[in-house]
């Protein structure tokens, strides 16, 4: 549950608002329904996928390579005030949607996570899976919404010398993160 996508919604509700966070928890959601579709309908196909020599390093590297990148720019981020808030439109929405489509697509501990929950679950009947992962989603959903909210929450009682800290701590612990991804995929 803390890793660098909940620093990204945190980061995107503190940004731009409660929307915004859960556009990015929308980008999360769908990547994580189609991981579950296509484990289910192709469980065996992705698990030799995935058992590829170079798999872990290929997809990690990515994966660490976006992550380090969005913490730079979080590092690089200029003080926002409020007049630059207000510029916020919900054309910006599927950019934030599109950014955690894209975080959550190319972790591989994503994949790994799907790949063992759904190892799980093979001797479940059909029914007793889809109430499984239904389950799981609601609670992803909900805890994604309670996130956003507290981002947006904290944005309303913060200061922008304390928002500008909580940028830089969001950009190292997104640094930090791509860092340990790239060591572990070696």
């Known amino acids: 549950m803390i890793g660098p996508l909940f620093f990204s919604i945190v980061q995107a509700g503190i940004e731009r608002g409660f929307y915004a966070g859960l556009a990015l928890a929308f980008g999360i959601w769908v990547s994580d329904l189609l991981y579950v579709i296509v484990l289910k309908s192709s469980l065996y196909t992705l698990q030799s996928f995935t058992q590829w020599p170079h798999y872990t390093l290929f997809v990690g590297l990515a994966g660490s390579l976006l992550l380090v990148g969005f913490g730079i720019g979080s590092l690089l981020k200029h003080q926002e005030t409020d007049t630059s808030l207000r510029h916020f439109t919900a054309r910006s929405l599927p950019d934030y949607a599109l950014r955690g489509f894209i975080i959550n697509t190319v972790n591989p501990f994503t994949v790994f996570f799907w790949l063992g929950t759904a190892a799980t679950l093979a001797g479940y009947t059909q029914e007793r ?47 930090s993160a791509g860092i340990v991804l790239a060591a572990r995929s070696f």
């Open 129 to 175: 899976t889809w109430a499984f992962f239904t389950g799981m989603f609601g609670v992803l959903i909900i805890s994604d919404v309670f996130k956003a909210r507290a981002a947006h929450w904290l944005r309303d009682h913060l200061s922008p010398r304390i928002v500008s800290r909580v940028h830089r701590c969001i950009g190292i612990a997104l640094i």
